[in-house]
């Protein structure tokens, strides 16, 4: 999908130039094509990806053309899924020792390339090691030294389609550590601090270290700030942290803009330890303040409920002579002697059985109903 420009150059005063691919698939823009010095290629598919040579003229001899210029390979990147590249044991690697750079990837790929950013040099074809599972290599880069460090890439391809290549592994940096004097690493407000609460980490040094890099040993990515002069004489970088939610151990670095990939030594490890949930606390805290008193007064209206419901339907043991009894067919000149007896739950008269519709299902069991029984006797 992007554009590449092909620039063909001679000292011999060649006035236009021709193209040619040597392998792979054609390219009809190439045929017959002739140019100044450069040609625009694009947009660019699997079908550039090959190896291209140039000719020269001169004006006197248009139909003369001089030998063929050195040969230039395009390789088409994006043609399958990127693979992943990792460093063992880490990216951040002392003078002198050596890392291993691993490329795999679900595809089989039978080659892999391995690009430094930023040189021109040519990328360096690995074997690949298939599996059922996919393929991989692995590539040990050492003794470490400055002139090793920077971005790396890789790209998986397959032997009968050699310069189609995946599309690029994320970047990985490969740092060379311990070049210069070690930074010092604080915690404000220090390196206990409760489960919510801001941390903020101050990486400085009285030297002149233009960035700073804070790292975590649990991993998670790197942290970079520029440093600012502070009037103590020191360079420093606050690193907000923000709510502490997990600890970890942390260290910081220092380094030149002008050579990015050469860090300081570390700095001594911190451990940041994050304790208990004052935000969770003071909901429950919270809660139970509304929760308790409410019970309480469930309770006591409950207990209440239950003994009025209890003592409403009591009755004392004066004479039955003394009470008045309303009765549909009673006479109210001459009054009769009552018996009550206990009943369960339907209230019983003369006439009909009523029970009351409003009553639970499951009735309390120390509920009393009272009936009239008339002409009982004592």
Same mark, same amino acid.
């Given at each position: 999908g992007e554009h590449v420009s092909l620039q063909c150059r001679s000292r011999l005063g060649f006035n236009k130039f021709s193209l040619s691919k040597e392998d792979g698939m054609p390219v009809p823009e190439l045929y017959n094509g002739v140019f100044q010095n450069s040609f625009l290629?694009?947009? $660019?598919?699997p079908a550039h990806a090959g190896t291209y040579r140039c000719w020269g003229s001169h004006p006197h001899s248009p139909t003369g053309w001089?030998?063929?210029?050195?040969? +230039?390979?395009?390789?088409?990147? &994006?043609? !399958?899924? *990127? %693979? #992943? +590249?990792?460093? !063992?044991?880490?990216? +951040?690697? *002392?003078?002198g020792e050596t890392v291993i750079l691993q490329c795999w990837s679900d595809i089989r790929f039978e080659h892999f390339l391995l690009h430094r950013e930023g040189t021109t040099e040519d990328p360096l074809r690995l074997v690949g090691e298939l599996h059922d599972a996919g393929s991989q290599v692995n590539y040990s880069m050492g003794p470490m030294t400055p002139a090793l460090a920077g971005t790396y890439r890789c790209f998986g391809s397959v032997t009968h389609l050699p310069y189609e @290549?995946?599309?690029? #592994?994320? %970047?990985?940096?490969i740092v060379i550590i311990g070049l210069y004097g070690k930074p010092s690493l604080s915690a404000q407000p220090g390196p206990t601090v409760q489960a919510g609460e801001s941390v903020t980490l101050s990486c400085s040094s009285r030297r002149s270290y233009?960035?700073?890099? @804070? #790292?975590? =040993? =649990?991993?998670? !990515? =790197?942290l970079r700030l520029p440093a600012v002069p502070k009037v103590n004489g020191t360079f420093q970088a606050d690193f907000p942290l923000g709510p502490a939610t997990h600890g970890g151990t942390y260290r910081c670095f220092g380094s030149f803009r002008d050579s990015p990939y050469e860090w300081s030594k570390s700095s001594d490890p911190l451990l940041i330890s $994050?304790? &208990?949930?004052?935000r969770h606390l003071h909901v429950l805290i919270g809660t139970s303040v509304v929760i308790i008193p409410f019970a309480i007064l469930l309770f006591f209206l409950l207990h209440r409920w239950c003994s009025n419901k209890k003592n409403a339907v009591v009755m004392d043991q004066e004479p039955a002579g003394n009470r008045t009894v309303n009765r549909e067919d009673s006479d109210e000149q001459d009054p009769q002697e009552v018996t009550y007896a206990q009943l369960d739950h339907c209230v019983f008269t003369q006439r009909k059985i009523t029970c009351p519709s409003q009553r639970p299902k499951t009735p309390p069991t120390d509920t009393i109903v009272y009936t009239e029984l008339p002409n009982a006797e004592p």
């Open positions: 290629m694009g947009p $660019v598919t001089s030998a063929p210029s050195n040969p +230039l390979v395009i390789m088409v990147t &994006g043609v !399958h899924r *990127k %693979p #992943s +590249l990792l460093a !063992h044991p880490g990216p +951040l690697v *002392k003078s @290549l995946s599309a690029p #592994s994320d %970047p990985l940096d233009d960035i700073y890099h @804070l #790292s975590r =040993e =649990e991993g998670g !990515h =790197e $994050v304790t &208990g949930n004052p």
